[in-house]
């Protein structure tokens, strides 16, 4: 069944790549439109970071309370109140602007204010790390001698940052009194202007049992340019082209401002030359990943050159192969040996039918494996997608052979709450025309991470944070202890079922909702939340 204008149930109780020029039909078979079915709604739209200029957005994450933060990579952090039925309250948490011996760098679309993530304890009194946050930024700094220099141009650092406040229920950052705000855990050297920095993240859905409890991972690409002139990729001496494992509260560190976790192979290989910090390497420009809380597995982007994005599943020690091939591909060698495949690829030559853009660039994102999801259809899917056209797709991380190539991946197209199918694209510049401002030529998509059950899409051309939802659906059922409903999206009461009369009901329920006696009757519809 197909959904066109179908916005509510009703139900009544009487009761990045800058370089594709040598692009080559890799996979001749475009990606199919897969045939879920998602509604796409707009939760909450950031203040502009300058005048008529858009918050450039690159992480959306929880703190361990539940609250929501969404980052612009011009400098601020905010928190966003989403209370189910209200609307949605942005504050300012914190402005990396306002720290002037950072030198925040914003100069091209990578560089900035890149990423963010809260320690694991960050609310728990007593533990080492409460009220502690990390961030990731580029910066103008580079007086300081850099912690890892690849060799070639200083262009600019990438600064790895522990922030600590006093009172992690706040709504807006302040330092412990007397002591400084942050203190700088990581410095690198960039040689060229991308294929920096990307993600940070604690692994989701764990608990202090779990042994990776309280390990940040860190993202750095190869350190620029094209074709990876510096072979950084490959050399697992340094941390460029690598996704790093580091303990932020230790101190065993060369430098002494972070732990190292023993449990990484390159720490244990008896290899003084190979860097204890390394999880895995052989990336491009992994900018973002993402694990499955059913068992651990992680999900990795990388960026490709010319033809190929891959999507790697993450191993202690693995090398994944850049520069030596690109996905699954030679680029300078024919030799796979030691190399570990992609689960997941596709090129640049015809991804989608009928893409909203007409830019050859091509790059993979990644988001999450979705689990416990007012989505059902949903559940079992990796979201991933390419960012500059904003196309959206999923893999079933249960049932996709995860074998490389495009089998497995499908196009999905959102519904508006109006019925009408879209890409994300064209929304963008809907947003951007009531503006009075320019068509985007591209979207930038990114996921949020660590949001259980719910899959919000970022992008950084029009500051608005939308969410992938379920169409509204309503049921009901008696068991021994009354009326129970089991819904998605919001639910709203009337008393004598007329349009005009229908109001959310609030506080809003969760389902299944055990629905209270009442000698009125009740009309009940959910509709798009």
Sequence with gaps: MRFRNLTTSLITLAALNFGAARAQDRFPTPIPTSDLEVFVTEVATLPDSSSNAPARMSVMTR????????????????????????????????????????ELRTASGEQGFQAFVFHPDFNQTGEAGFGKFYTILSSNDKD?????????????????????????????????????????????????????????AFQSGIDTTDPDYGNLYVAIGDGGSGADPQENGEDNSNPYGAILRINPLGTNSSNGQYGLVAANLLASDGNSSTLAEIYCYGL???????????????????????????????????????????????????SSSGLTDPVSEYDHTNTVSDLPTGISNRAVTVGEVLRDSDIPSANGLLWLGDFPTGAIFTLNVETDPLAGGQAGLSEVRPFTPSGNQVQLLDLINQTRASRGLGNASRADLRFSLDTPGRVFVLNKQDGVVRELVSPPRISVSQDQTGTVLEFSGIIQVSSDLTEGSFEDLDPQPESPWQVPLSDDPRFFRSVIR
């Design 63 to 102: 703190d361990p309370s539940g609250r929501y933060f969404v980052n612009d990579q011009r400098g601020p952090l905010y928190l966003l109140d989403l209370t189910p039925g209200q609307p949605t309250q942005v504050t300012e948490y914190l402005d990396m602007r306002d720290y002037a011996a950072l």
């Design 144 to 200: 300081d001698t850099p912690d890892f220099d690849p060799g070639g141009s200083n262009i600019f650092h990438t600064l790895l940052v522990e922030w600590t406040c006093e009172d992690p229920i706040a709504s807006t950052f302040s330092p412990v009194a007397g002591q400084p705000p942050y203190r700088i855990l990581m410095r690198l050297q960039q040689p060229y202007g991308n294929h920096n920095a990307g993600l940070i």
């Design 284 to 334: 491009r420009n992994p900018q973002r990943f993402g694990w499955d809380t059913s068992d651990g597995r992680l999900w990795i982007a990388d960026i490709g050159q010319n033809a190929v994005e891959e999507i790697n599943l993450g191993a202690n020690g693995a090398n994944f192969g850049w520069d030596l091939r690109e996905g699954s591909f030679p680029f300078e060698s024919n």
